[in-house]
């Protein structure tokens, strides 16, 4: 856990440095917090950066149809971490999707909550590679890689599937959100990391999977503190 908030704050300062490049648009969602309700966020370009999440109540007005006043009066609830999952599951993607069943831990028991995300969508550059290859990432000279997200799994039937049985292909909810790639590749100018089971574990036996980063190039003058 304390790797995955350093790495957070050094996105979030990557970020800093990176608005004074071009932001696609910034955007916020909210969605109330019955368990089946689905909190969508998507970039027609570039790809998701979170900024801010809350899951809980910061005030009275937010989803309160039909609902008691004892349920909505506790407006200083939240659930600590929140942004670290929701940045898990959502930064470097062009779409991502999820609801309230993601957080095992209700931080007001008899409120009504809901969660808001905000979130800016940024240039990125998207890389796949498939199982038992090498991926390689590479900037320009005076530049050095930023990881916006990684993971390892299948999310659908077509990418890497030339040849391969359809039993292999049949799993598309295979996911390891892996923070391995950033550890290794940020503030390098070029890195090569293997797309296989040794490197990242396996998170679906008998799947043919892959690997997907998302990065940025930013200017070596911007390095960033080592984590």
Do not use: W
Request: hydrophobic letters at 30%.
């Amino acid at each position: 856990m304390l790797h995955f908030r350093v790495s957070a704050t050094l996105l979030l300062a990557a970020t800093c440095l990176l608005m004074m490049k071009t932001v696609f648009g910034t955007k916020r969602v909210t969605t109330c917090g019955d368990v089946y309700n689905v909190h969508r966020l998507s970039c027609d370009t570039g790809r998701i950066v979170v900024k801010y999440a809350l899951y809980g109540r910061r005030d009275s007005k937010t989803c309160i149809e039909g609902r008691p006043y004892s349920q909505i009066s506790n407006t200083h609830c939240s659930l600590e971490g929140t942004l670290d999952i929701i940045k898990l599951s959502c930064d470097g993607k062009t779409e991502c999707e999820l609801n309230p069943r993601v957080f095992s831990k209700d931080p007001c028991y008899g409120t009504a909550k809901y969660l808001e995300t905000t979130y800016d969508c940024f240039p990125a550059i998207n890389f796949d590679a498939c199982e038992g290859s090498l991926a390689h990432l590479q900037c320009d000279e005076g530049k050095i890689i930023f990881i916006y997200g990684a993971n390892y799994g299948r999310h659908d039937r077509t990418t890497c599937s030339y040849n391969r049985p359809t039993s292999q292909l049949q799993r598309i909810d295979c996911s390891d959100h892996s923070r391995k790639v950033a550890n290794i590749c940020n503030g390098q100018n070029s890195c090569t990391i293997s797309a296989t089971n040794s490197e990242f574990g396996d998170p679906c036996v008998g799947t043919y999977k892959y690997l997907e980063v998302t990065y940025t190039c930013i200017l070596q003058s911007q390095q960033l503190p080592n984590n």
